[in-house]
């Protein structure tokens, strides 16, 4: 079993920068690759971008060259660097484990972009 912690979310200004950490605990020895996922108002859950256990990354077409998806394998935790922010990138962020492997959810941490 595994849990995770989101934190670093808050409100910017359009073109600012955030950096989101996950915090992982619990049975990390299970755990492959992690992913950042996002929800806007309204919307479908949407994975942002992943990282294997082997630091291979990919990244959804609307984040490509702006968002950053790194880990610290001795820590358990991974971290989302956002910039270039944009009101578009307005939403709860999750972390989880990518593949999805179980469907439960943490409180996530709310980013708010200003235009």
């Known amino acids: 079993q595994v849990q995770f912690v989101e934190s670093g979310g808050g409100l910017v200004q359009a073109g600012g920068s955030l950096r989101l950490s996950c915090a992982a605990s619990g049975s990390t020895f299970n755990i492959n690759g992690i992913g950042w996922y996002r929800q806007a108002p309204g919307k479908q859950r949407e994975l942002v971008a992943a990282?294997?256990?082997?630091?291979?990354?990919n990244y959804a077409d609307f984040v490509k060259g702006r968002f950053t998806i790194s880990r610290d394998n001795a820590k358990n935790t991974v971290y989302l660097q956002m910039v270039s922010l944009k009101p578009e990138d307005t939403a709860v962020y999750y972390c989880?484990?990518?593949?999805?492997?179980?469907?439960?959810w943490g409180q996530g941490t709310q980013v708010t972009v200003a235009s």
């Open positions: 989880n484990q990518s593949p999805l492997r179980y469907n439960y």
């Open positions: 990282i294997s256990s082997a630091g291979y990354t």
